[in-house]
């Protein structure tokens, strides 16, 4: 499978994707996903802008980021990461098709109506409880900043501190 890591972080490209990530995994495509801002131009623009040197930046819906890792011949030659912007949106890429063994959850700023759950993780309950479908359906949820951070579990983290959301 050429997807090698697939992170939640509602900041897309950013610092940490572009050194540190890209360091421990030798990045060839960047995918960032979530339908809105493959729909929005001047995001799309902004996005590619930022590529590292030696990788090209795709934003694609949900639909078409399955479709090219599932089905693209030029995909089983790369190492795929892909940044979607929310658990919602690691949950469509899982039921529209792709198959992912772990879902990293980075970065989920404050958005009205969340609630904290670390200094860098707030979830609102839509999120909660896409992430407890994946965890249902057997995805290992992780919370990793940056690469040499603990890849342990989070779902215990998650449904003991939002326990009301987490049922």
């Not at 599932?70 to 912007?85: C, L, Q, R, S, V």
Request: aromatic residues 6%; charged residues 25%; hydrophobic residues 40%.
């Amino acid at each position: 499978m050429p997807v090698i890591h697939v992170r939640m972080d509602n900041r897309l490209i950013h610092g940490q994707i572009l050194v540190s990530w890209n360091a421990e995994f030798r990045i060839d495509h960047i995918i960032v996903t979530n339908d809105q801002v493959a729909a929005d131009p001047l995001q799309v623009t902004l996005l590619k802008a930022v590529a590292p040197i030696g990788a090209k930046v795709s934003v694609l819906s949900i639909k078409d980021c399955v479709a090219y890792c599932n089905g693209n011949p030029e995909a089983e030659k790369e190492n795929i990461f892909i940044i979607a912007k929310y658990p919602e949106d690691g949950l469509a890429l899982v039921e529209n098709g792709l198959k992912m063994p772990v879902l990293n959850l980075g970065n989920q700023a404050f958005v009205r109506g969340s609630k904290k759950i670390s200094n860098t993780v707030y979830l609102t309950e839509s999120g909660v409880k896409a992430l407890k479908k994946l965890h249902e359906m057997g995805i290992r949820i992780t919370c990793r900043m940056m690469p040499p951070d603990p890849d342990t579990e989070y779902w215990p983290t998650i449904e003991k501190t939002l326990p009301e959301w987490a049922k």
